[in-house]
């Protein structure tokens, strides 16, 4: 992703910038109209306002361009657009959904990456945990199975998802949707095109579902919501999203709402996060396909998911920004509280953003990055990672990786891949005081000197203050395989105490590069004590790939 080298730069690239805001409306109202702002201060209401817009010609989008000044550290969105998406609900259970064989897909299209950071020194290399662990991993629990390609239809990668909630786990893949208990057993598993098919939404989301699935599930509203691309050619460019009626998906019920993403930019790499005051998604957006044009930031109001008519407000970064990943929460905070994302802002930097959105009053809404940058250790991103037997795989360390975790101490917690020597490795942090002056608690890159890369993690914190994070390790001398490792709560600062296994790979990658795209650490909303991972591997050398499910605790968590 584009991003300046200083600050003064920023300015220069920013001001006066003219950009032209995503257009997205109900399906089924083309006449749909929305708030707009230009938000010029951190304190809300100060900018020019304009009217409702009419709607474009085509279904779900209206847009109109707009001009904004940027000022580094008070406003960087365009902005804020407030609309409702229609619902369309259909009466099934989907673990009782009939599976039927997937048709062999053609390879999943993907979009160039945002370009890399710019003028960066990455010779500096801030300290690394260069030692294996020797303390005790907490032991796997669940280890099982998950979907694997040939029978999900046959795209690389899988871009592995995974959510657990009170009675039923769920994974996503390209393009494939299983369900599983809390023992591991496989209840169901339908195609993206079977689940979004039955709401009739008369959309590209009923029949050409294109992948990058997300699932989480939202304690709060005690809701699933399942999640991909449509992105017919030459667009409009979807999101479909579907929200089940309660937490037990043996019982019937779900409301699809298929919403136009941008009428000419696809959103690629959708990231969703439960937070106090709704439901949050990021993506990148690449001009048919092509040049990035910035990241956007969506709200869901939470009150209103399952309801006949889905709110929604949204705000766009310019291209200086992109890959922002929104917090992750599940701890009782007020409902009020502002939603934070993160962004690799350079080599030494990372960027906090606050998205304040105001349900009843959306031209108050703000979207706003912190003045001061959070300062880092330095870094280089991680390059290409060898495997044993197959392609050199990407490590996809442009971005922060899923999910950006709030703890219940308001601390936040996420990882990226860096490059430690001729290895990778995964470069945690804890940061804290984000309400004043971001504060890094806690930072270090996990790389023990064995020769493994060790990247595409997801991490966690239960309810105790202990992190878990799983990833992707493979060398030259090492197939891929799945690890996780660990970090009690009031241990040394800046270390992992232990790693574990959960799968060994016994087979490399031919088929492509890309790995991941991402994996997925949930915590169980039942105890927020037990942490499930899926992720990817290969038992044999080629392109099918299969996937784990694993979960574990810390013992004395409860």
């Known amino acids: 992703m584009k991003r300046p080298p200083t600050r003064p730069v920023i300015a220069a690239a920013l001001t006066a910038m003219a950009l032209l805001a995503a257009g997205c409306s109900s399906s089924h109202n083309p006449s749909a109209t929305g708030d707009h702002k230009v938000q010029k201060d951190v304190h809300g209401d100060h900018g020019s306002e304009n009217g409702d817009a009419p709607g474009a010609n085509i279904p779900g989008g209206d847009h109109e361009e707009e001009t904004a000044q940027r000022t580094p550290g008070t406003d960087h969105g365009l902005p804020n657009r407030a609309f409702s998406v229609k619902g369309y609900h259909a009466s099934f259970a989907l673990t009782k959904l009939q599976s039927r064989p997937i048709p062999k897909q053609a390879e999943k299209r993907e979009a160039p990456k945002p370009p890399l950071m710019q003028g960066q020194d990455h010779s500096a290399q801030g300290p690394a945990q260069r030692t294996r662990p020797a303390g005790t991993i907490p032991p796997l629990e669940v280890n099982v199975a998950g979907i694997h390609e040939a029978e999900a239809g046959g795209l690389h990668p899988p871009d592995t998802s995974g959510a657990v909630g009170p009675d039923q786990y769920v994974q996503t893949v390209n393009e494939a949707i299983g369900i599983f208990d809390k023992t591991g057993t496989r209840l169901s598993m339908v195609s993206e ?33 399942i999640g991909d691309l449509s992105y017919p050619s030459g667009g409009p460019y979807y999101f479909c999203m ?27 790499y959708p990231k969703i996060a439960s937070a106090p005051n709704g439901i949050f998604m990021t993506a990148n957006l690449f001009y048919h396909f092509q040049s990035f044009s910035g990241a956007e930031v969506w709200g869901f109001k939470r009150s209103s998911l399952g309801s006949a008519s889905l709110k929604v407000q949204t705000v766009r970064t310019s291209s200086a920004y992109g890959s922002l990943l929104p917090a992750n929460s599940y701890n009782s905070t007020t409902s ?91 470069r945690w942090y804890q940061i804290g005081d984000i309400t004043t002056t971001p504060t890094v608690l806690q930072q270090s890159t996990y790389a023990p000197s064995d020769g493994l890369s060790r990247w595409m993690g997801s991490l966690a914190v239960d309810k105790d203050g202990n992190m878990a994070v799983g990833f992707s390790t493979a060398s030259s001398s090492a197939y891929p395989s799945i690890n996780y490792a660990t970090r009690p709560a009031g241990a040394k600062p800046n270390k992992l105490t232990a790693e574990g296994n959960i799968v060994q790979g016994s087979g490399g990658q031919t088929v492509t590069n890309r790995w991941g795209d991402y994996s997925q650490m949930s915590l169980d909303p039942t105890d927020h004590c037990t942490f499930w991972y899926t992720q990817e591997y290969y038992t044999t050398t080629g392109g099918d790939w299969q996937t784990r499910i694993a979960a574990f605790k810390f013992p004395g968590c409860s």
């Open 193 to 225: 095109n079977q689940f979004f098919g039955q709401f009739h939404t008369g959309t590209p989301c009923d029949n050409q579902n294109g992948g990058d699935p997300q699932v989480i599930f939202d304690e709060r509203s005690n809701k699933w919501i």
């Open 242 to 268: 579907a929200v089940s009626s309660g937490p037990d998906l043996s019982s019937p019920g779900w409301t699809a709402y298929p919403f136009v993403a941008s009428p000419d930019s696809l959103n690629d």
């Open 336 to 426: 009020k509280q502002a939603e934070y994302l993160v962004s690799l802002e350079d080599s030494t930097h990372i960027g906090l953003w606050k998205y304040k959105v105001n349900w009843k009053r959306p031209k108050r809404s703000t979207f706003t990055q912190t003045p001061t940058l959070v300062q880092v250790n330095s870094y280089q991103p991680a390059g290409e990672v060898s495997e044993l037997g197959g392609n050199v795989l990407d490590s996809l360390s442009d971005r922060p990786m899923y999910q950006l975790q709030m703890a219940p101490d308001g601390t936040l917690w996420f990882n990226h891949s860096v490059q430690v020597g001729s290895q990778a490795g995964v």
